[in-house]
């Protein structure tokens, strides 16, 4: 922040206590028009931020200070010098550069929000839910002891799914829809998709004994997970998903059961990127 001070540029710090304190005080904030908001943290900091944004048009900014940093790192946003990116931010903000990137419009019954990087629906979401109960690691490692522990019990649902108005219906292991390309601190579940092409990335895992899942996972780290046959990956700019069982998750933080309906928003998000 002192990179913002030092460049003349006018901050509030909001230290809230909890999600409806941040909540409060971001539409405090944003309640006399649009304005800048940099969310210093990780995915589930982004994530909570960007529902101001897209309510109040406001411009966003990121500066990684998370675990994860799967948005970031999806954005091209540098990692490891966050004081470096912080100089970086100042001159932007000064010289009002900012891009429009896409975002997903999720809606599930009356309730909308908005998400930069990937929707979750089945195996991964379960890893999600474990790994918010773990207390004692952080990162990639709480992530992957999680997914470890899920294997065990290994679940799949079944899905009936549209892709733009086409019925999809099967039974899978996994549906990750990517506007982001990744999660889990860096594993590439939708390598291909792009944060301004106006489309969703969806990976589809389909069902397969627990040692050829124990096979591809390793991959993902590398996208090359779709390559192999147990993966199908489609394009859409509408996803409907609906199952009895799994937990939908938006960026790492959860959005409850489905149905929901995902929408591709091209250019819906000024951002403060490289």
């Known amino acids: 922040m002192q990179s913002l001070q030092r460049a003349g540029i006018d901050i509030r710090l909001l230290l809230p206590d909890g999600l409806d304190a941040l909540h409060r005080e971001l539409g405090e904030a944003c309640a006399d028009g649009p304005t800048t908001l940099i969310a210093c943290g990780g995915d589930g900091t982004v994530h909570q931020v960007l529902q101001a944004a897209a309510r109040s048009g406001s411009t966003l900014g990121i500066i990684p200070a998370g675990t994860g940093n799967d948005i970031a790192r999806s954005l091209g946003i540098p990692l490891k010098d966050p004081a470096q990116w912080a100089a970086r931010l100042a001159d ?12 997903s419009l999720i809606v599930r019954g009356d309730r909308q929000e ?7 629906a089945g195996f991964d979401s379960a890893v999600n839910e474990r790994a918010d109960r773990m207390t004692r690691l ?3 490692a709480r992530y992957l002891t999680a997914l470890l522990a899920e294997l065990r019990e290994f679940r799949t649902y079944e899905y009936d799914v549209t892709l733009d108005g ?13 506007n982001g390309s990744q999660y889990g601190g860096g594993m590439r579940i939708c390598p291909a998709a792009d944060m301004w092409d106006g489309l969703l990335d969806i990976t589809w895992v389909d069902v397969a004994p627990r040692r050829t899942v124990l096979r591809v996972l390793p991959r993902i780290f590398s996208g090359r997970h779709v390559e192999h046959p147990l993966v199908r990956t489609y394009r859409a700019r509408e996803i409907t998903i609906d199952a009895r069982g799994p937990v939908i998750y938006a960026d790492g933080d959860r959005v409850g059961s489905p149905p929901v309906r995902i929408t591709a928003l091209p250019g819906a998000i000024r951002m403060l990127v490289p």
């Not at 932007?92 to 975002?103: E, F, G, K, N, S």
């Not at 086409?166 to 990517?178: C, E, F, Q, S």
């Open 166 to 178: 086409r019925p999809m219906a099967g039974t899978a292991l996994l549906i990750a829809v990517g």
């Open 138 to 140: 952080s990162g990639t």
């Open 114 to 120: 908005w998400s930069l990087g990937v929707v979750s």
């Open 92 to 103: 932007l903000m000064r010289t009002q550069r900012t891009r429009a990137v896409d975002a």
